[in-house]
């Protein structure tokens, strides 16, 4: 017995050094590095996508998963400083209100249900109280809304009642509530050592998602390359180095992708040949040139066709064909609208008889802020590329590094987005790259902008800034 | 303890097997073989060729019976692209075995025998969180086959043999998460588990020994595919919203365990030293792709793991046909002792960019020793390690959508293998 345990211990003895060495390790990724950027106050202008707008609010999970914030989290292993966002307090974390999804309705159509605001600032009433303020230095300049043209525009935040500027503009003064955009980001940009710029969006975006049925146009194209040039200009003034975001192309969005395919499908099933759809903003009877015919088979789907449908009017797409004055009441209240006159006034102005069938009649057509048309994105594009020129030149001028958030939506449309066996999309609900209101994007959609910059920006200084997982990030969160 | 001990007990555990070989294959028929880098198609060694080359089988003159099984110990490092943690496996073990028997007059031609072994299996379990379990988070893929052979000495130089392979029991168990996230924020989970239909193939080699110094040998083990009919599919932890939408309840599949063609070498310079070597090649190239059909649909379509789904699911693997190398040989040092060594190398048949989790395949080096120690004239342990080291590959995201097989994680894998055995043997 002594001798067997005298030969199988060293036997124990070798095996057990065998599996301990036999555990294999890979080298850590190496430690992020800066290279010729510096990380120690970066600053992020923009829109409602700098802020982290998402499921049509802003809300405190939201501005927590901004792109910005991401990028400030990743630049911290690279000499990145504190990144201050005017976060809405815990107590009021709902913030604006959003969009939550609740369920499918029988035809498989999403069902969303509003989560009410507690930050202030009722939507409804534009006398409410404001948001909770923010007064402090931030890093995060993301206004939700705030277009180009709007950057040197005096009370943008007060008299214009932009409420998110509103919110971090200081007041302190009877002057301060008139501060611009643009001074302020000159103001934060004094110390800042890096930044991200990403304005534009909303300049052709409140044109296309009102159907190009408002009376906002897009912004003229020489006011987009002043107003560029001058935040580029406050921004580089310091000597700070940073990225420039071309605008995407907004057809591509969801808002605009999904009632098409749903509307001709359903149109093609019932032999329908087409509608009769408004289009623009010019006031006239069925006998006007606002009036117009979309073929069934011109509908945009991934079969062909060219006109987009908006997500707004996916309640309205049920009643064609009927006699109905719903889709104009929904419409008309939608816009701000109450009391019988000012929907009668409407009606009239367009010579619409809602005893005709919705949708199919001259008389009672498809409403034009629910339909983006050719001729519409047309001007979109045109709008687009011009912008997207310039922003291209102003970034090759001061040598940053470009973003092409075009170029890279463009493809996601085209091929999907895939890391890690999850294939993202922009498709709506099931693509998960973005949110339930169809044009910002989710934190995955987020986290996925925050890698796309990272990209550009270690290329550009030579860092190498570590991105993100972005599955680690929630898509859209079904119940 | 002393120097002589160890090297001893050091020798006893390094008696190795071919634990694993690319893809699922795994190559631990016999003890004596495992011991030697997995050759044996150019020997006679013992029953265990009715494996290796059932047409060495009548060259085995004993009467006999042999059990043998062995413990694979995988660790893995693996690396996200997207990560920074470096991910292990949650460790397992699994138990590969063989059994064999073989009868025959002593001085006769003929010999038959039957064989009991686990030519392909696989048993991975990732670690929580890890991430690629979009793709997988658990596989344990079994097989055990049995083999009735007849041998037959034509001379005393050559002798040919056959089987009927009979894939007697085969199950696959799979599970990943499904990547949509409910209000707890955790993602769904998928489990498919079925077994496989008795299947038959066939086993045959044969067998030329020119002289006492030299053999040669040829064998040829056919494709037998391993069919999963109405296996159950198991969906937990989806969003109430969601699930109605996730309707599969079976799920059918088919996975070739391919053909393998043998050619071996043993040389016998003295009656002590054998060597032998031996190539096989390995048809996975019938390996195109991995087809789920779903009875229900499993979510799957356009947007994998989402909603507005579809009944089948297809992931691309096109192997290639893929060659092991294989060296080794034994040293009588006494009457009652044998010592093994040997080494193999084994080109892997997943080519770049499509590595999956359930085969982190890349090429192979094994080095195995054994030792066979007989107590009296009948009885014999054998005992064996192999240690296979797996080159370290590397796939990254942009590899995987150039090839289109965005539906596994890019990253970086290591894996070692650490496989004893132990075998018993009696001849009559």
């Known amino acids: ?479 | 303890m002393n120097l002589k001990h160890l090297l001893l007990a050091g020798g006893a555990l390094l008696t190795g097997t071919s634990a694993w070989a690319g893809g699922f294959q795994v190559t631990l028929a016999g003890q004596k073989n495992n011991g030697m880098g997995g050759v044996g198609v150019g020997l006679s060694l013992d029953q265990a060729a009715m494996f290796y080359n059932p047409g060495a089988l009548a060259m085995v003159r004993q009467n006999g019976v042999q059990i043998g099984a062995n413990a694979t110990f995988a660790r893995s490092a693996f690396r996200a692209q997207s990560g920074t943690e470096q991910r292990e496996l949650r460790n397992s073990t699994v138990t590969p075995f063989s059994l064999y028997g073989s009868f025959g007059p002593s001085e006769g031609k003929f010999r038959a025998g039957i064989a009991v072994y686990t030519p392909f299996g696989s048993k991975l379990q990732y670690a929580n969180g890890w991430e690629g379990r979009y793709s997988l988070t658990d596989i344990d893929l079994k097989s055990i086959f049995v083999q009735p052979t007849v041998s037959y000495a034509i001379t005393d130089q050559l002798s040919v043999g056959a089987g009927l392979v009979v894939l007697a029991y085969g199950s696959v168990n799979l599970q990943k998460d499904i990547p949509i996230t409910g209000q707890s924020g955790q993602p769904g989970h998928l489990e498919l588990d079925g077994k496989a239909k008795n299947k038959l193939g066939f086993n045959a080699g044969v067998f030329f020994k020119p002289s006492d110094k030299l053999s040669i040998g040829v064998s040829y083990r056919s494709r037998v595919d391993a069919t999963v009919e109405g296996g159950d599919v198991k969906f937990t932890n989806l969003p109430a919203s969601v699930g109605a939408n996730f309707t599969a309840n079976q799920f059918d599949v088919t996975l070739p365990l391919p053909a393998t063609t043998s050619v071996g070498v043993g040389l016998m310079p003295t009656e002590k030293v054998t060597i032998g070597f031996d190539v096989n090649f390995v048809e996975w190239s019938s390996y195109k792709s991995l087809d789920f059909t779903f009875a229900g649909n499993n979510g799957g379509g356009p947007n994998a793991g989402l909603v507005g789904g579809s009944t089948t699911s297809s992931s691309r693997r096109e192997y290639q046909d893929a060659l092991t190398f294989r060296l080794g040989g034994q040293y009588q040092v006494t009457e009652g002792l044998t010592v093994r060594l040997g080494t193999s190398y084994d080109f892997s048949p997943v080519k770049d960019s499509f590595v999956t989790p359930e085969t982190p395949d890349a090429d192979r080096v094994g080095i195995s020793t054994g030792i066979t120690y007989k107590i009296g004239e009948n009885f014999g342990v054998d005992a064996s390690v192999q240690f296979i080291d797996v080159a370290k590959r590397t796939q990254t995201q942009d590899d995987l959508i150039n090839s289109g097989t965005t539906d596994r994680v890019a990253g970086t894998y290591k894996t070692r293998v650490v496989t004893p055995g132990l075998g018993f043997t009696y001849n009559f």
């Open chain 1, 1 to 479: 017995m002594h001798s067997l345990i005298h030969k199988t211990l060293p036997g124990l003895a070798v095996l057990g050094l065998i599996l301990t060495g036999c555990q294999p390790d890979l080298e850590a990724p190496e430690a992020a590095t800066r290279g010729t950027a510096d990380f120690s106050r970066y600053i992020a202008v923009g829109n409602s996508l700098t802020a982290g707008f998402s499921d049509n609010g802003l809300y405190l999970e939201g501005q927590q998963n901004s792109y910005p914030s991401i990028l400030a989290q990743q630049f911290k292993a690279a000499g990145g400083g504190d990144f201050v966002q005017p976060l809405f307090p815990d107590a009021n974390s709902n913030g604006s209100g959003y969009l939550r999804l609740t369920g499918f309705d029988a035809n498989g159509s999403p069902v969303t249900a509003q989560v009410p605001g507690n930050a202030g600032r009722n939507p409804g009433a534009p006398g409410s109280a404001p948001y909770v303020r923010f007064e402090q230095p931030i890093n995060n300049l993301g206004v939700p809304g705030i277009r180009m043209s709007d950057v040197q525009t005096a009370g943008y935040g007060s008299t214009l009642g932009n409420p998110y500027f509103e919110r971090i503009t200081p007041n302190t003064t009877p002057t301060a509530p008139f501060e611009t955009y643009f001074q302020r980001v000159k103001r934060e940009a004094a110390n800042a050592t890096f930044f991200t710029s990403w304005l534009g969006n909303n300049d052709v975006l409140g044109y296309a998602t009102a159907g190009g049925a408002s009376s906002t146009t897009t912004t003229n194209v020489d006011t987009f390359r002043l107003k560029s040039n001058r935040i580029i200009n406050a921004l580089t003034a310091n000597g700070a180095k940073g990225v420039i975001a071309t605008i995407p192309d907004v057809t591509g969005i969801p808002f605009f992708t999904t009632v098409g395919p749903r509307l001709k499908a359903t149109l093609l099933s019932r032999s329908v040949a087409g509608l009769v759809v408004m289009t623009g903003a010019a006031p006239g009877g069925p006998a006007t040139a606002n009036r117009k015919v979309v073929p069934t088979a011109d509908i945009r789907d991934a079969s062909g066709g060219r006109q987009l449908f908006t997500l707004t009017g996916a309640g309205s797409v049920g009643f064609i064909g009927a006699p109905t004055g719903k889709p104009w009441r929904d419409l008309y209240r939608a816009g701000g609208g109450s009391g019988p006159a000012g929907l009668a006034a409407l009606l009239n102005a367009y010579g619409v008889d809602t005893t005709a069938a919705f949708g199919v009649t001259p008389q009672n057509p498809f409403p034009s802020a629910f339909v983006l048309d050719d001729v519409e994105q047309g001007n979109i594009t045109t709008a687009l590329t011009s912008y997207n020129n310039t922003l291209r030149t102003q970034a090759a001028a001061k040598n940053l590094a470009l973003f092409d958030a075009n170029g890279f939506f463009s493809s996601v449309v085209q091929n999907r987005y895939a890391t890690d066996a999850v294939v993202n999309s922009t498709s709506f609900i099931t693509g998960n790259i973005f949110s339930l209101d169809g044009v910002h994007p989710t934190p995955r959609g987020y986290a996925i902008i925050a890698n796309e910059m990272i990209k550009v920006i270690n290329a550009k200084y030579g860092s190498t800034i570590q991105p993100v997982n972005a599955n680690n990030y929630r898509g859209v969160r079904f119940p």
